[in-house]
C-alpha cells in the first residue's frame, strides 16, 4: 500500500499495489503442522478409548493433552509471529467481528487450549499422586476433580474440528487463490490431523497393547493414503482452471518446489504408508516410529509447498 498526502488539503492520497511474491511463508507452514498434531492426537484418542479399555493404553490420560498442550502453543506462537502488529489481536477478544473466520477461529482456539489445559492438569494429577488434590482422592471433591475428564473431553473432541478446518476456510477467502479451495482444503486438513496425531502417538505406545499400536498404524495407513490420493487429484486434474494450472506450474516445470513437493510425497506419504501396512501384521514398534517421523517430515514439506506455490502467481 502506497500513501501520500497533498500539503495543500491535508488530504491522504491511497493506492493499493499487489504484494509480489510470498507472503505466508514457513511460518504458516509451522503453523499448520503444529495445529494438525494438537488436534489431531485429540481424535486418535477418542477413537483409541472408543475401541479399546483404558488400561490398554495406560499412558493415553495425561500424555495426549500434554501432546496438545504444546503442539496448540507453538500453533498460536507462530500465529502471533506472523502477525505485523501482534498486539491488534486483543482486538478479536475486546471487539470481536463475527463475520470474519479468524475471529471465530481465535475464540475456538482458545476455548479448546483452555479446555486442553484443564485435562491436562487433570491427567497429570492423577498420574502423579503427590499433587495436592489426589491426597483426598477418596472424597467426593477429590473423585469429581478426576470425573471431569471424561466430561470435557467430548466438548474437546467436537472443537478440535472447526480448530483444525477454520484455517482451509482462511485461504479458500484468498482472492485469486483457485487451488485453496475450501472442500479440498477442508479434507486436506483433517487427513494432516489423523496423520499427525497418529505419527506423533506411535511415540509413546511402548507401552500400549498390540492391539492398540496396530489400530494407530491403521490410521496412519489409512490417512497416508488419502492424504496421498487428496494431492495427487489436485495435480493431475486442476486442468479445468486455468489459475490452478498456472499454479502447478512450479511444481511440474521442476525445480525447487517440484523436488520439495515430491520428495515430501514419498517421505510422507508412500513409504510411512507401505511400513503401516506391514507393521498391522507384525508389530514392530521401531519401524512403526521411522514411519511417524517420516510423515511428520513429510507433512511439513508437502504443506509447505502447497501454501507457497499459489502465492508465487502473480496477481496482475
Request: proline share 4%.
Amino acid at each position: 500500500m502506497v500513501e501520500s498526502t497533498i500539503h495543500a488539503t491535508q488530504a491522504v492520497v491511497t493506492l493499493d499495489v499487489p504484494i509480489q511474491g510470498i507472503v505466508w511463508g514457513s511460518i504458516i507452514t509451522v503453523n499448520m503442522w503444529a495445529k494438525s498434531i494438537g488436534t489431531g492426537v485429540v481424535f486418535l484418542a477418542a477413537f483409541l478409548w472408543f475401541r479399546h479399555k483404558k488400561e490398554d493404553m495406560p499412558n493415553l490420560r495425561w500424555v495426549m493433552p500434554v501432546i496438545a498442550f504444546l503442539a496448540l502453543n507453538i500453533f498460536l506462537l507462530f500465529t502471533l509471529i506472523d502477525l505485523h502488529q501482534p498486539y491488534r489481536m486483543i482486538h478479536i477478544f475486546t471487539h470481536p467481528h463475527w463475520t470474519s473466520s479468524i475471529t471465530v477461529g481465535a475464540w475456538l482456539a482458545s476455548i479448546f487450549l483452555v479446555l486442553i489445559s484443564i485435562m491436562m492438569l487433570i491427567g497429570i494429577a492423577d498420574k502423579f499422586p503427590g499433587i495436592p488434590y489426589k491426597g483426598c482422592k477418596l472424597t467426593a471433591f477429590g473423585r469429581k476433580i478426576s470425573a471431569t475428564y471424561e466430561k470435557i473431553f467430548p466438548f474437546v473432541v467436537f472443537l478440535a474440528i472447526p480448530v483444525t478446518t477454520y484455517t482451509a476456510i482462511i485461504m479458500a477467502q484468498s482472492s485469486a487463490r483457485e487451488l485453496w479451495q475450501a472442500p479440498t482444503e477442508v479434507m486436506q486438513m483433517m487427513w494432516a490431523a489423523l496423520l499427525a496425531g497418529s505419527a506423533t502417538l506411535s511415540f509413546v505406545s511402548s507401552s500400549w497393547t498390540q492391539e492398540a499400536r496396530k489400530d494407530l498404524a491403521l490410521i496412519l495407513a489409512i490417512s497416508t493414503f488419502f492424504s496421498f490420493t487428496m494431492y495427487m487429484s489436485e495435480y493431475f486434474f486442476s486442468f479445468k482452471s486455468s489459475e490452478a494450472e498456472a499454479v502447478l506450474a512450479f511444481v511440474h516445470a521442476g525445480g525447487k518446489y517440484s523436488i520439495e513437493f515430491w520428495f515430501g510425497m514419498v517421505l510422507g506419504f508412500i513409504i510411512p504408508f507401505f511400513i503401516a501396512v506391514g507393521n498391522m501384521k507384525s508389530d514392530n514398534q521401531t519401524l512403526l516410529k521411522f514411519a511417524a517421523i517420516l510423515a511428520l517430515v513429510g507433512l511439513f514439506l508437502v504443506k509447505d509447498v502447497w501454501l507457497k506455490i499459489p502465492q508465487m502467481l502473480p496477481l496482475s
